[in-house]
Structure formats: structure tokens, C-alpha cells
């Protein structure tokens, strides 16, 4: 069917208007106060709905329809460990963050184990992100080079230009009321989606249920004890739990939301309440996955790959204006997950990098610094996304997988310095070291879960860390 000019319309509408919407903040951007933490006045509610934004990508809403077509509804166990991480962070961590006037999350490094580990670990996590965010650009070129017949290289630029520009001028501000605006477009449209399959599938949601019960699509729970089997219960709950007490409790991308928050009891109230909002999503696109499947009844491989599926269906088989409106909500995502990297990454490059170095530099300088580091960092992801052109199918991969490799070693470091008294910082780097090995060895050599991944690589740092602390007692603590 294609896409006509109702649809175009409605794609240059919401590019355009959201862009516009993003620039309204640019005034309020004084200090660094307001550009990286929005002043510390956003209500919880609005940072519940922009950390839901900014832990969805394009390739959320394209792969896991595409995960659920392959298979069924057991990914939800990794989604619960989501919600169970949540209330880890809100415990453990979040207490720490709200001591003091933090601006990221490797302040609390140096709090505990001082300058030395504190670049190490946000140097971390400027590395892993920038190429996690690179390739998950790429995956915009998926959808618009499916739906508007644009090259990759012009599609991945038109995606990045607009989002920079209202990330340049409004701070975090400007990302997470647009985070607002779009994850209301993006899980308002996919609701659309939902509700044309069942119209289209012969006999509806009836049918849709009966043959997905009896190919066991709609299997949610495996209590099955296998190591080695990604989607279990256990390894669901527990290896979710762990990815996301260091996804949401130590990478800048969260964190700095956390931040922003009026106090640290709404901060809480927001991280709890994403982890709803996350669950009921994630159900919402694997049932999308399911009813495709239910529509189409042909392997995956005949679309290419998974990740085509659902863009595939949206511009050849829904309805004119609906499909313009889905793609537009494909694009929500894209720019969301883009501003709050591009934020994240600036925060990060100026506070854990430059304010430490320049002390002295004034409020204007900083703040003009603060703009060239996200203009900077715009221009990187979309040379490392151009790159993930010519090894897609392999690139798209590690770089999703790339930041899980390093959230072991960081979660460790951390939980070494609030649940301990007795690490200090050589010991900490050890552990460190060892469990980010640990990590990139079950990456590249073992037939491992990914699910397992951080929460071996947590262990392995805490021990290891804990252990090299108590053979070099002689060092100062400093918590």
C-alpha cells in the first residue's frame, strides 16, 4: 500500500512540532543548574514518563513485536526484574544521591573513593553509551528507509539534526517535557496499531487468542531451572533485577532524571511508577508481535529479519493516516532515546570532566561549553551510526549488548560504596577491572545468557573489590 501524502503529512507535522516544542525551553537556560537538571523543579509524574522515553528505542518498539512473533510472552519476566530493580535503587542508592548537590552519578564515586575512580567511571560510561546510542540511531534508518524510501545516511541525519537542535537549546528541560509529548504519541499510537490488527485478522481477538493458546504464544512464565535458557523466570527476575539496578541506578542516562526531581521522595515516586508504566509497554508490544503473528502465520525469515516486521506491516497493510501516525511514533522513540543520550553525555563531559579541571571558569563560559560538548556528541553518534552501516546485521548487536557488558563492573563499584566501609580505592579499581573482563570474556566466549551477564559481573567486582581492599587495609577510606 506505501504510504500516501495524508501520511507524509502527519510525519513532517509531528517533526516539526516537536522540534518547535523542544525550543520553547531555550530561555530558561541560565545555569548549569537548569540545563543539566531543569532546575530541580520537574514533577514526578513527568519524570516517570520521560525515564519510560528514555529506556525506549527504535529498536524496543521494532524488535520486540519481532521477539514475540519469533517466540511468545516470556520476556515479561525480564520486565518484572525491571520493577524489582526499581525498588532496589529506591533503597540502596537513591538515599546517597540525595546528600549533597550532585549533578551525576560519578559524584558519589568521588564522594567514596575520590577523583581517580570517579574519571575512570564516568569515562565508562561515555564509552559504552556513546556506542550503544550510535547504532540504536541506526536502527531509525530501518524504519524511514521502509517507509519514506530515503537513504540510510539522509534519514539517520534528519533524525539527529532535529533532536540536537532542541537538546542544544533547552537542556534537560526541553528533553523530558518532549519525552512527555512523545511517549504519549508513541504508546498512543501503537494502542492504534493494536486495535487495526484485531479488525484485520478474520474472526479478531477470538481467533487471535485460540491459535495463539494452542502454538503457545501466550506463555508468560518458564520455571524451568536451566542455566542456560535466557527467558526463565529466574533469570528473568533476577538477571532483569540486576541489569536494572545498574542501568536506572548508575548510568548518567537515569540517574540525572533521578536528579531533577523536587525531592528524593519524588524521585522514588517517579523510578516506582515507570516500572509500572514500563511493564504494561512492554506487554503492549509483545502482544503487537503476537497478533502479527496471528495475521501473517509465515516465519519471520521471510521478512529478512524480525526487527522488519512490524514496520513492514505498518506501511503495506495499515489503513492511510493511521500508518503515518504509527511511524511518527516510531520517530518519538528514536528522538526521545537520542536527546537523552545527548544530555546524559554532555552532563557527564562538562561535570565529571571539565568543571573539575576549570573551577574557575564562570557561569557563561560553562554554559557555552555545556552546548558545544552536546553538539559534540551529536556529531559522534551519528558518525558511529553511519559506520553501523556497513556491518548492520553484527554492529546493531554489540552495540546493544555493549553497555550490559559494562554494567556489572559499574554496579559493583557502587554498591561497594554505599554497602561498605572497609573498601577503599585500589581495591575498588581491582574489582573493577576484574569484573568488566569477566563481563566482555561471557560476551565473547561463552554461550552465557545475557540475561546472567550483570549480575555475574556485579559479583566478581564486589568480591573481588572487597577482597583487594581488606590486602591494601593501609589505604584511607573516605565515607
Known amino acids: 500500500m506505501g504510504l500516501n501524502n495524508l501520511d507524509l503529512a502527519i510525519i513532517a507535522l509531528y517533526l516539526v512540532g516537536i522540534t518547535l516544542f523542544g525550543l520553547r525551553f531555550r530561555k530558561r537556560q541560565r545555569s548549569l543548574r537548569d540545563y543539566f537538571l531543569a532546575g530541580r523543579d520537574i514533577p514526578w509524574w513527568a519524570i516517570s514518563l520521560s525515564i519510560v522515553a528514555a529506556e525506549t528505542s527504535t529498536l524496543t518498539i521494532i524488535s520486540i513485536p519481532g521477539l514475540a512473533y519469533d517466540t511468545n510472552l516470556t520476556f515479561l519476566q525480564v520486565v518484572m526484574g525491571y520493577v524489582v530493580g526499581r525498588v532496589v535503587i529506591s533503597f540502596v542508592l537513591l538515599p546517597h544521591y540525595f546528600r549533597g548537590d550532585l549533578y551525576t552519578a560519578y559524584e558519589l564515586i568521588e564522594r567514596r573513593f575520590g577523583r581517580g575512580l570517579r574519571s575512570l567511571t564516568a569515562g565508562l560510561f561515555l564509552l559504552t553509551r556513546a556506542a550503544a546510542e550510535g547504532v540504536r540511531v541506526y536502527a531509525v534508518s530501518i524504519v524511514v528507509s521502509i517507509a519514506l524510501g530515503t537513504g540510510e545516511v539522509a534519514s539517520i541525519a534528519m533524525i539527529t539534526v532535529l533532536t540536537l537542535l532542541y537538546t542544544f537549546e533547552g ?28 479488525h484485520l485478522v478474520p474472526g479478531g481477538w477470538t481467533a487471535i487468542h485460540a491459535a495463539a493458546a494452542s502454538a503457545g504464544k501466550l ?90 516486521i512490524y514496520p513492514t506491516f505498518i506501511v503495506s497493510r495499515m489503513p492511510h493516516g493511521i500508518s503515518g501516525l504509527l511511524i511518527a511514533a516510531i520517530l518519538a522513540a528514536a528522538m526521545s532515546n537520542l536527546s537523552a543520550a545527548l544530555n546524559a553525555l554532555s552532563s557527564s563531559s562538562i561535570m565529571d570532566f571539565y568543571v573539575r579541571f576549570r573551577p574557575q571558569a564562570d557561569e557563561r563560559t560553562k554554559m557555552r561549553f555545556s552546548r558545544f560538548a552536546t553538539f559534540v556528541w551529536g556529531l559522534l553518534l551519528f558518525a558511529i551510526a553511519v559506520l553501523s552501516l556497513r556491518r548492520a546485521g553484527r554492529v546493531i548487536e554489540v552495540g546493544l549488548q555493549i553497555a550490559s557488558v559494562a554494567y556489572g563492573a559499574l554496579l559493583g563499584v557502587f554498591l561497594l560504596g554505599v554497602l561498605t566501609r572497609r573498601a577503599n580505592a585500589r581495591g575498588a579499581m581491582a574489582g573493577m577491572a576484574v569484573g568488566l573482563g569477566v563481563e566482555l570474556y561471557l560476551w565473547r566466549w561463552t554461550q552465557v545468557p545475557w540475561t546472567w551477564w550483570v549480575m555475574i559481573g556485579t559479583v566478581a567486582t564486589f568480591g573481588v573489590g572487597y577482597a583487594g581492599s581488606m590486602a591494601l587495609r593501609n589505604e584511607r577510606t573516605r565515607y
Open 171 to 198: 537542556g534537560l528541560a526541553a528533553v523530558i517535557w518532549t519525552d512527555v509529548v512523545q511517549t504519549a504519541i508513541y504508546v498512543g499510537g501503537t494502542l492504534v496499531g493494536l486495535v487495526t490488527i484485531l
Open 219 to 308: 506463555q508468560v512464565f518458564d520455571f524451568r531451572p536451566g542455566f542456560w535458557l535466557p527467558y526463565t523466570f529466574w533469570a528473568g527476575v533476577i538477571g532483569g533485577a540486576f541489569l536494572t539496578t545498574a542501568s536506572h541506578g548508575t548510568d548518567q542516562l537515569i540517574v540525572q532524571r533521578l536528579l531533577a526531581a523536587r525531592s528524593q521522595k519524588q524521585s522514588v515516586t517517579a523510578l516506582l511508577s515507570s516500572g509500572v508504566a514500563i511493564l504494561f509497554q512492554f506487554a503492549l508490544f509483545l502482544m503487537v508481535g503476537v497478533m502479527l503473528w496471528a495475521y501473517y502465520r509465515t516465519p519471520s525469515a521471510s521478512f529478512g529479519k524480525p526487527d522488519r
